[in-house]
């Protein structure tokens, strides 16, 4: 595989379920990032971590729980969502001037 | 901060003529650009981006794009458009340090139309 993957695609999950969203980078980045996009709002950031260590967090709920075991893996663990928090989530990763590689996303649906 | 802002939310133009996207950014330093497109249902593919030199960038499916320092702006253009460029097109600026994460924003987004 090459660039930036996701795991799953497309996810449905219920207001009490717990999931996780993987995000894999195979560059040798050291940065990686979660955005979200949700209809009609503009792509948001929502983590990035540098290094393994969380350096920014915008204000996300705490539902939304962030893991970045080693500079290549990324997870979002998920828990006691809303249906508002469906939106497609987009993995991201750099390092110095090799910026903006994006994921395919996960279309994530909250029923 | 870094912020961006794409002043048309939506745009429609006729199959074969010239297209021009507008973005405007607000950075410090000299920024990264981007452009973006997402087709319906799918995720963000690069079209092209802008670290330094020369000031027009040619991108791919046709697209280029000119940094202008004067004006904070990086306009998208493309001389003839294809039904198949029908899609959301999204501005980013960024920064770039070997220290510390490289963050993109992204601007909201123009939607193009294309008329048969």
């Known amino acids: 595989e090459t660039g930036v993957t996701q795991t799953p695609r497309h996810l449905v999950m219920g207001m009490t379920n717990k999931k996780s969203l993987k995000c894999e980078q195979h560059l040798g980045h050291n940065a990686m990032y979660w955005y979200k996009q949700s209809a009609k709002k503009p792509l948001e950031l929502m983590f990035v971590?540098?290094?393994?260590?969380?350096?920014e967090n915008n204000s996300v709920p705490s539902r939304f729980s962030p893991e970045c075991p080693n500079s290549s893996h990324l997870f979002l663990h998920l828990h006691t969502l809303q249906p508002e928090d469906s939106a497609l989530y987009l993995c991201a990763s750099s390092q110095g001037r090799d910026v903006g590689y994006f994921g395919p996303g996960t279309r994530l649906t909250v029923l | 901060a870094q912020s961006v802002t794409q002043p048309d939310i939506h745009i429609t133009v006729s199959e074969g003529a010239s297209l021009e996207l507008r973005c405007n950014y607000s950075y410090g330093a000299t920024p990264y650009l981007f452009w973006y497109v997402q087709s319906p249902g799918q995720g963000l593919q690069l079209l092209l981006k802008y670290f330094s030199g020369d000031t027009l960038v040619q991108g791919i499916k046709g697209f280029e794009a000119e940094f202008k320092r004067s004006q904070s702006s990086f306009n998208l253009r493309k001389p003839s458009v294809h039904w198949s460029d029908a899609a959301e097109y999204f501005c980013a600026v960024g920064a770039s340090s070997y220290s510390s994460a490289s963050k993109i924003i992204f601007g909201s987004g123009t939607r193009l139309s294309i008329r048969p």
């Open positions: 971590y540098n290094f393994k260590e969380q350096t």
